[in-house]
C-alpha cells in the first residue's frame, strides 16, 4: 500500500515528468468566439500550470478535484461554481445554462479557472448512430471514428468538452447489459474500435477544433462482472486481464487518450477505484498515461459501501492515494469533505492534491477554456441541424447490420414482387427503441422507424400494413425511466392482448411478405439492464412462430444489444438480419438494406449462443482433453455457438484461396507477412471482412485455439479477386504468461488461418524460432 506519509518529489519534477501544465491568471471578459486550431506545447502547458498552482490555496485546488451531476436543477450548483468548490459538471446540455455556469466560474472565482463540462456521448449528441456493439460490427474502425468524430463536434457545439466514452470493456457474457456499449468478446477488435473512437473524440491532439476530451471506460474488469449482474465483483486470472481485459485501454493510452475512469466494481477483492495496482502501477508507470482519472459516479464513496473504507473521509484518502485525480458524484464530493482535513491530519499531502490539480489543470489549458470559455449559441444550433450528419448516421447502419441467415435468397427483396408487406413488432414503429440506450439529446421527430423506412422503401405499388402484436415490458423498471421521468408501459388486458396477436397473424396471413420486428426495447440494455435469460422478451416467441406458421415469407429484423435465444427461428425463418439499435436514420437503413440498395457485409463482434446455458462461449478458448470432442461437451445441446464470431453473410459470396506466409522460419523478435486472395464469385459488388487468425502449438503455456490477429474490409466487384495482406509482429505473438508472470514470446510452431470468420478453413504454418 502506498505510504501516505512518504516523501514525494518535489512538485517541479512531477510536472516536468507528466508534461502537463496550467494556465496563469487571465481576464474574465472573454467573448464566445469560435477557437481557432492550434496545439499548444508540452512546454507552454507547465509553464502555465505551475504559474497557476502557486496562487491556488488548498480549498480552490480541492474544488478542482470535484464534479458533480446536475439533472434540472442548475441553481442548487451556482453557490459552489462561484466559490470555485467545483472544477467540474456533468449532465448540463443546454448551451445556454453552460454558458450562464461557465460566467461564474470564471467572473466569479479568485483566478478565473473555467470549468470543464461532461456528458455521456456514447453512440452521437444530436445524430445517434448505432450503438457500439453495432460500431464494432461494422469491422470498419474508420466509421467509428467518423461517427465520433460527429459527436464531438456536435457535443462540443453546446460547450460540453468530454465525452465519458468510449467504453473499452470486454465482455463475453451477454446477460451482461453493458455488453451493448462495447466491441464485444474480442481483445484485438476492441482495440481497434478503442484506438479509432479516441481519435474520432480528440482529433489529431487534445484540444483540437471541433473535438472533445475522450475518457476511457471503466478501468478495468468491469465486464466480467458475476454472472453478468451489473456492478457485481469481477474475478478475472492475471493471463485473462493482461491478455483479454486490458490491451483495448492500452490501446486507448497509445493513441492518447486524455483521461480514463475508474470502475464500480470489485476486482478480485480490491475495488477498481480503491485499486493501486490498476491506476498507479499498470496505468502511469508500465503504460506512461500522462492524463487524468476520474472515478465513475459515487464510485470514491462507495469504498465506504464495499467495505473497503472505514468511512467517508477514508474513502477520499484511499481514492487520492491510489490516483483518482477527481471523484464523480451525484452530490457534494467526499474529497470536498475530507481532503482539506487529511491534509491537516497528514494523511494526504498538499503535494499529492498539486499532483492530481495540475493534471486536471492541464487539460482545460490543452482544451482552449481559458481563452474560449464559452459557447456560441447560434452556432451549436447550426451544427445540430447538420444534415451531413445524418446521412454518416444511415451509412454506419447500413456497414453494421449483420446478415445472420438468408435461405432461398429471399433478401435482398424484389423490387415490385410484393403487392403487400405486414411490417409487424413492438419496435417495429418505435422511434425510442430505434435509438437504442445511452442517448439523451436526440430528436424524435427526425428519427426514422423500421416501419416509416419500410413504407418509403416499398414506394407507392406496395401497401404497407402495421400491428405491433405484442408488448415488451421490463419486470424491474430502469433507473433511467425514472431518473427521467419516462411514464411506464401500461400493459393490455388479456383480451386486449389476444385481440393484437390475432391482428398481427392474420395481417401476416393476408400479405405476401411480413417484415417481424423482434428484440428488446432500448431500456432493456444498457447500465442496470442485465438479464438472467436471452430469450426474446415478453410472447416476442409466439408471435414469431405463430406469423411463421401462416406459411407465408417472412424476415426477421432483430432490434437489440445483444445475442439473443433464436435457435428456433434459425431454423424456421428464411431470413435473418441483425440491425442492432441502428439510430436516427435507422428505419432507412435497414429499409435499404432489405431491398438491396445497401448490401450487409458486417460481422458478429462476438460469438452468438444457442441458448443462455451456454454463456460464456467464447471463440478463442483452450485447447483441451479430447479436443475433437469441442461440440459434443453437453449431451443435450451442441457445445457450439448458433453463430461463431466474426460470422455475417452478405448478398453475394466469396472464395478465399492462395494462403501464403513470407517466412516459413523466422526468430523471435521478428516480423512476417500472411497474404490471401479473396475472390467475389457472385453478381454484385460487395463487401467482405477478410479475418487473420493464429493459434501458437506449444510454449511457456497453453494458448488459445485461435486469436484475431488481423482483420480488412474489402469491397470487391463481382468476378473480381483481390490480395489481402497482413503482417503478424512481435507484438502479435507476445502475451502474458502465468508460467513467467511476466510477457513472453515462445519459440514456436504456429497456424494461420484467413477466411470469413472464426471457423476459417484456409491454413498455414510458420515456425519462430530462438
Known amino acids: 500500500m502506498f505510504n501516505r506519509n512518504a516523501s514525494h518529489p518535489s512538485l517541479v519534477r512531477i510536472l516536468i515528468f507528466t508534461l502537463f501544465s496550467v494556465v496563469a491568471v487571465r481576464t474574465s471578459t472573454v467573448a464566445a468566439t469560435t477557437p481557432t486550431s492550434g496545439q499548444i506545447s508540452d512546454e507552454q502547458v507547465h509553464t502555465r500550470v505551475a504559474a497557476l498552482l502557486q496562487q491556488m490555496t488548498l480549498e480552490e485546488k480541492i474544488g478542482q478535484l ?81 461517427a465520433q468524430t460527429i459527436a464531438a463536434q456536435e457535443a462540443s457545439a453546446v460547450g460540453i468538452k468530454w465525452a465519458f466514452a468510449p467504453m473499452l470493456d470486454i465482455a463475453r457474457d451477454p446477460r451482461w447489459g453493458r455488453i451493448v456499449e462495447g466491441a464485444g468478446e474480442d481483445p484485438y477488435l476492441g482495440s481497434a474500435m478503442a484506438a479509432a473512437q479516441v481519435r474520432g473524440f480528440q482529433g489529431p491532439y487534445i484540444g483540437a477544433l471541433d473535438h472533445v476530451l475522450a475518457c476511457m471506460k471503466h478501468f478495468a474488469g468491469y465486464g466480467a462482472a458475476e454472472g453478468g449482474r451489473d456492478y457485481d465483483a469481477s474475478y478475472i486470472p492475471e493471463d485473462q486481464m493482461w491478455n483479454v481485459y486490458l490491451p483495448p485501454f492500452n490501446a486507448a493510452v497509445k493513441a492518447g487518450v486524455g483521461s480514463a475512469m475508474s470502475a464500480y466494481m470489485d476486482l478480485n477483492d480490491v475495488p477498481a477505484t480503491g485499486n493501486r495496482w490498476l491506476l498507479h502501477d499498470v496505468l502511469r508507470q508500465d503504460w506512461g498515461f500522462k492524463g487524468f482519472v476520474v472515478s465513475d459516479a459515487d464510485a470514491v464513496k462507495n469504498l465506504k459501501t464495499h467495505g473497503y473504507a472505514k468511512d467517508l473521509p477514508d474513502a477520499a484518502v484511499r481514492g487520492l492515494d491510489v490516483g483518482v485525480d477527481m471523484e464523480m458524484s451525484l452530490g457534494p464530493t467526499a474529497y470536498s469533505q475530507g481532503l482539506a482535513a487529511a491534509v491537516a491530519s497528514g494523511k494526504v499531502s498538499v503535494e499529492q492534491i498539486d499532483e492530481s490539480a495540475a493534471r486536471i489543470l492541464a487539460v482545460k489549458i490543452r482544451l482552449g477554456l481559458f481563452e474560449h470559455p464559452y459557447v456560441d449559441e447560434a452556432r451549436s444550433a447550426q451544427i445540430l441541424a447538420t444534415s451531413e450528419h445524418r446521412t454518416a448516421s444511415r451509412l454506419a447502419a447500413e456497414r453494421s447490420a449483420v446478415l445472420l441467415r438468408n435461405e432461398g435468397h429471399l433478401l435482398p427483396l424484389k423490387p415490385g414482387a410484393y403487392h403487400s408487406i405486414a411490417v409487424i413488432g413492438p419496435t417495429a414503429d418505435s422511434t425510442r427503441d430505434t435509438l437504442g440506450p445511452w442517448t439523451f439529446q436526440q430528436d424524435l421527430d427526425e428519427t426514422v422507424t423500421v416501419l416509416s423506412g419500410i413504407r418509403s422503401k416499398a414506394g407507392s405499388g406496395t401497401q404497407v400494413t402495421y400491428a405491433q402484436g405484442v408488448q415488451i415490458k421490463r419486470k424491474i423498471p430502469s433507473m433511467f425511466d425514472e431518473i427521467f421521468h419516462v411514464p411506464p408501459v401500461v400493459l393490455w388486458s388479456a383480451g386486449q392482448a389476444a385481440q393484437e396477436m390475432q391482428k398481427a397473424i392474420d395481417l401476416a396471413k393476408n400479405s405476401d411478405l411480413t417484415i417481424l420486428v423482434l428484440g428488446e426495447a432500448q431500456n432493456m440494455a444498457g447500465e442496470r439492464a442485465s438479464r438472467e435469460s436471452l430469450d426474446l422478451p415478453g410472447n416476442e416467441e409466439q408471435l414469431l412462430e405463430a406469423v411463421a406458421a401462416t406459411g407465408k415469407s417472412i424476415v426477421l429484423v432483430l432490434m437489440n444489444g445483444r445475442p439473443l435465444n433464436i435457435t428456433w427461428a434459425s431454423t424456421h425463418v428464411p431470413a435473418i438480419l441483425e440491425a442492432w439499435y441502428p439510430g436516427t436514420q435507422g428505419g432507412n437503413a435497414i429499409a435499404n438494406v432489405v431491398f438491396g440498395e445497401a448490401i450487409p457485409g ?108 488481423g482483420f480488412r474490409r474489402i469491397t470487391i466487384p463481382a468476378h473480381q479477386k483481390e490480395t489481402v495482406h497482413f503482417t503478424i509482429t512481435p507484438d502479435d505473438l507476445r502475451y502474458w504468461s502465468t508460467a513467467t508472470r511476466d510477457w513472453v514470446q515462445d519459440p514456436s510452431d504456429f497456424d494461420a488461418w484467413v477466411g470469413p470468420d472464426s471457423t476459417a478453413e484456409l491454413h498455414a504454418t510458420f515456425t519462430v524460432t530462438q
Open 66 to 146: 470535484s464534479q458533480q451531476f446536475v439533472f434540472d436543477k442548475p441553481d442548487e450548483v451556482e453557490g459552489p461554481v462561484a466559490k470555485g468548490q467545483l472544477g467540474s459538471l456533468l449532465f448540463i446540455t443546454d448551451p445556454a445554462v453552460i454558458n450562464q455556469l461557465q460566467h461564474l466560474a470564471v467572473e466569479k472565482t479568485r483566478l478565473h479557472i473555467p470549468l470543464i463540462f461532461g456528458f455521456d456521448v456514447i453512440h452521437g449528441f444530436r445524430t445517434i448512430f448505432p450503438v457500439p456493439i453495432a460500431m464494432a460490427a461494422s469491422w470498419d474502425p474508420s466509421v467509428e471514428e467518423k
Open 602 to 709: 458486417g460481422k458478429l463482434p462476438l460469438a452468438w449462443p444457442r441458448n443462455v446455458g451456454q454463456i460464456p462461449i467464447n471463440y478463442a478458448h483452450n485447447t483441451t482433453f479430447q479436443p475433437e470432442e469441442q461440440g459434443r461437451r453437453y449431451w443435450d445441446e451442441e457445445s457450439t455457438p448458433l453463430y461463431p464470431f466474426g460470422y455475417g453473410l452478405s448478398y453475394s459470396t466469396f472464395r478465399f484461396s492462395n494462403i501464403k506466409v513470407s517466412q516459413s522460419s523466422i526468430r523471435v523478435g521478428q516480423s512476417l507477412d500472411v497474404t490471401a486472395d479473396v475472390e467475389n464469385t457472385g453478381d454484385i459488388t460487395a463487401d467482405e471482412v477478410a479475418q487473420l487468425y493464429i493459434h501458437q502449438q506449444y510454449g511457456s503455456t497453453s494458448r488459445p485455439v485461435r486469436e484475431l490477429k
